[in-house]
């Protein structure tokens, strides 16, 4: 198994290594453990399921209120 320390999920994940934390103690973000006081680690296999239900409710979201779901096919968006 592969851990990441939480400035490297947070990278991977593309979140400052703030937001990070701020989903963690809002118990909002991806699993992690608790190696001592000042360790997190993530396993990727966890980050990856995270951005799996995250992608999985943006879809329902953009569904939901009958709106595209990638950024560049939005009804408001100038091209040409």
Do not use: I
């Amino acid at each position: 198994m592969a851990y990441l320390n939480s400035r490297d999920a947070a990278r991977y994940l593309g979140l400052s290594h703030k937001t990070l934390a701020n989903l963690r103690a809002q118990g909002a973000g991806p699993a992690f453990r608790k190696g001592s006081a000042r360790t997190v680690r993530y396993e990727q296999a966890a980050l990856d399921a995270y951005v799996a239900q995250k992608d999985d409710e943006w879809q329902a979201t953009a569904r939901k209120h009958n709106a595209p779901a990638c950024v560049g096919e939005h009804p408001n968006s100038r091209t040409g």
